[in-house]
Every structure is written in C-alpha cells, then in structure tokens.
C-alpha cells in the first residue's frame, strides 16, 4: 500500500512556496444539514489532529517557472470527504486559476462524498463538474496527481476529468471504495498501476519524480506562445534515394531493422512525457503519445510504432489532438502502421467508430498539424493519423489504399502478381509526391 500523505506532505513534494487561501465562508457549524448526531464534534476533532478546517487545502505556488493554483485533500480530515464547505473551497481554486489564467494542480486523496452531509455532499460534484466545464472553456489545464486512495465522486470529477492524470505508485484509485466492492473483485484493477493498465491515467510518477514531471506539464500546457508548425523529422536509419519500384518500396518499409517511432522521437525532442490511454478502459502499446520538448516549445505528438493500430490507439490519439487544439500547441504525428486491427476484437471495441474519431479530430483542428510517413502506411488505419495537406514521406515508406498483397487477392490475382500491383497502386514515396498525396519526401537533414 502507497503511504498516506498529509495535505501539506504532498504540497511539499511540489514545492517550497506554497501559499494558502482562507476559504470565502468558513465550514458551516453544528451538525450539519441533516442535523447528524456528533458531526459536529467529528470535525472539531478532525481539525484538531490535522491542523486543517477543512478536507480540502488551495492556494498558490511556483512549480518550476510557471505559477499554479494547487489543490490538496487532507484525508485525515474525515477521509478527505467532500463536503458543502469543501465544495466551497475547490470552486474558489477553480474560479481562482480560471481569473488567473494558471494551470490547477490537484492532489487528490479521498475517499468519496461525505454521508454525514447526504445528498448535500454529492451534490457538490455537481458544482465540480461546471467549474471544470468553465476551466476549459478558458482554455487553462488541470493536473490531477492521485493519492492514496482516490476513490468516488473524487475520482469521477476532479481526477479523471483532468487533461493530464498522473498518480504516486501502489495508490488506490477507483470509483468503488475497498469497503463497498464487490467481494471476489480483483484488487489490482482498483490500483494506479491497473488504472494505467486500462488506459484511465497517463503515468505513474515516483514520489521523487513528481516535483519535476508536475512541473514540466504546468509549463506545457501553460504556454502562451503562437502554435507554429512543427517541422517533420528528419530521415534515419541511413536511408538515401526511394526504392525504384513499388515493391522495393513495400520491402524497404517492412525491413526489421528499419528505425521506427521510438527512434524517430527520442531523435527529435530533448525530452518527452506520455500521455497514455483512451479513458475507455484501453491503451495500445502500438500509439505512443505525450508531448515533447522541441528546442525549448512543446509539441504535441502521436505516434504509430509499426504494430495494426487498435480502437484504443485511435481514441487515445483523437485525445491528444483535441487536447492540443485547446491548448493551442502544434501536432506531430509518425505514421507507421500495416492498418487497423480487424480482429473480432477489434470490431467488438468499436474500431469504425474509433477511426472516424481520430478523422474528425484531424479534420477539426484549427493548431497547426505535421505528419511524417516512416514506414508502411496500410489505408485508412494509416491515413486517419496524416495531416491533410502538410504529410512527409522518408525514402523508406509507403502509402496504399491497400497492402499490395490483399489488392492482388480481391483482384483474383495469383499471389506471384503481387509485385506487379504493387507497382501499379503507385505506392513509393516518389509516387506519393507526383500524386499530391505528399508534400515531400524527408531526408537524413530534414527538409
């Protein structure tokens, strides 16, 4: 089990200048609006042995260079319970970084709604729920950092509505509490690591780690800088000239050795962070996702890695896009994939509706997008991943409408023909520039 930090323990592993706000009202007295028997004398004691008024802790502190707004639960205050007053207090810390126009950091440790309050207490999710909606309409980012635990309204609005959801390893984080779950249920699926595993956060951060990663993604998501286009990578692995056929084309893009999407970003930023996850129970190894640092500005960037691209990938990718349009940071996407998974699994978990997605999100976006063909581009699974009107080529890659392979079969062609229609889908990257399909194809010194 994670160990339980205090609200101020966890302030501290941000920061040094952490400055608190008193509460606008203070915590309504007695025993509450259901007249609950020793409430009242519940939080004296709370208050007493925590040092805090309140569940909640918000104020305002430097991370890094950039000014935030943090959030922090005291659990040893009724188990971090949400209440009308701390209600209260995270409106202000909304309402505080939306004035400000700074990132709201969230470090979240609780363990639900609290009863003593009844509906009273669940209904200030609803009142979290609009202050998030007004946060980004203003376009300003919220980091969640989940505790331990992080469990029920809690989860379901502070932290899983964040843009970015880090969590400290071993905590316990799910909508069910461990006193109300079901009892054969699997313990690990109520865990930061198991969360991570189906794609409901984007990182687990060791405590050591957090000062900086938190840090990182305030400055990056509160840039204010004009969103320039990225430019496309350059070519690696050696590649010169484009094949001179189709199929040399096909082969140089299927070699085993060939550089693939790990290679190409650990080329291009100087640092990276991932964004992980579909927030719908999946995650695809196959998308690598998260935002870089190129020459100090961030980019946003998506990535296939060579693997058929799953429903979770393209969800996962449509987030990272429409998160990058609200923050107005440019796009990089690496496409590279033989096309989209079309298992029955695949279809089980909505892979057409998951690539119109990523389509839309594209099509949509109104920052500036760059995307760089490294490898094979198989149809539409490829395609949804390409910027419309600003996609590269390397000499190692192609583009079909089809892999050459499955033309030759729906053509009732022998399989010793597959060369032949690999050439005449006109697949190469030279081809893909005469076509208009590319701008251009990408060499060893960029373009």
Partial sequence: MAERLTAREAIALLCDDFTEHEAAEPPRAGDGPLDWEGYGAARERAARRTGSAESVVYGEATLGECPCVLISFEFGFLGGSLSQSAGDRLEAAYAL????????????????????????????????ARASVLLREAGVAHIAVLRDPTTGGGWATLGAGADVILALPGAQVGFAGSRIRPPDADPAAYTAEGQLGAGQIDAVVRPEALRDTVAFWAAALGSQAPAEAAPPPRALGGAGRPPGSGWDAVRAARNPDRPRAGAYLDDYFTRREPLRGDRCGGDDPGMLCGVGLREGRPVVYAAQAGTATRPAGYRTAARVVRLADRFGLPVLTLVDTPGAANDAEAERAGAGAAIAELFTAMAAARTPLTSLLIGEGGSGGALALAAPGNTWATPDSYFSVIAPELAAAILKRDRTDVPRTAGQLRLGPQDLVDLSVVRGIVGPAGI
Wanted: net charge positive; hydrophobic share 40%; no cysteine.
């Fill in 97 to 128: 970084a939306r004035a400000s126009r700074r990132p709201l950091v969230s470090l979240i440790s609780t363990g639900g709604s609290r009863m003593q309050e009844g509906m009273i207490a669940l209904s200030q999710l609803q009142r979290v």
